[in-house]
């Protein structure tokens, strides 16, 4: 394809319309498998390698930051993470398109965050056709285990996000989300200063 036709393609995936496998193949370089598969056989003993490739990997990571192997990238260069992150054992980027988390954010296992869908008609999903659309996960938000984040979803500053939920729209800040689709529960206040948890939902 000529630059041309691949500007054209990367118009419509910043549109979030459909667009094709062989379509995106020119954006291969941006993938950091190997050093994705490197990071998740690295020896705890040695944090300096990690964090070395994990400036190799992320388009941008701040200071403080923890990942605990292994994750898993389509991309990697398509996810930016702030200050004192937390990510636990199994975190999946499905990072077509951006991925942005803020500072304080916590992650617990086994957590996907999805900027990629598919057409529900199977004619459309032809060469593995797929829409995209950016995910941000504003700061000190804390997000349960087992969670799917759909594209296009933005949770907001502080916002807790309960275990096994699947958030496929966005959240407000400051408050207490769970559930399949997953809804605003309650809002977060002073009172929870006092308790040990949020809700007892969170895990």
């Known amino acids: 394809m000529t630059d041309l036709q691949n500007e054209e393609v990367l118009a419509r995936i910043a549109k979030g319309l459909v667009y094709t496998e062989s379509e995106a193949a020119f954006q291969a370089p941006l993938r950091r498998t ?7 056989l690295t020896p705890p003993g040695n944090p300096e390698r990690r ?3 994990l400036t190799e990997i992320l388009g941008s990571v701040g200071e403080r930051t923890v990942l ?3 994750f898993h990238a389509g991309f990697g260069s398509n996810v930016h993470i702030g200050d004192d ?3 636990n054992v ?11 988390i803020g500072s304080g954010v916590m992650i617990a296992p086994s957590v996907t965050l999805a900027t990629t869908g598919h057409p529900v008609h199977p004619a459309r999903r032809a060469d593995f056709g797929r829409y995209s659309e950016p995910i941000v996960i504003e700061d000190k938000v804390w997000i349960g285990s087992n969670v799917v ?3 296009g979803v933005r949770i907001g500053y ?3 996000i309960g275990a096994g939920s699947v958030v496929s729209r966005s959240i407000p800040p400051m408050t207490v989300a769970l559930g399949t689709p997953c809804r605003v529960v309650r809002h977060i206040t002073d009172e929870d200063l006092t308790t040990r948890t949020a809700a007892s939902e969170i895990s």
Not at 34 to 40: A, M, P, S, V
Not at 90 to 100: A, E, H, S, W
């Open 149 to 151: 984040v759909l594209p």
């Open 34 to 40: 190997e050093q994705i598969f490197e990071y998740n």
């Open 158 to 160: 502080g916002s807790v």
């Open 85 to 87: 992150f937390f990510g």
């Open 51 to 53: 964090r070395s490739l």
């Open 68 to 70: 605990l192997p292994p």
């Open 90 to 100: 199994n975190l999946t980027f499905v990072d077509d398109v951006d991925i942005r």
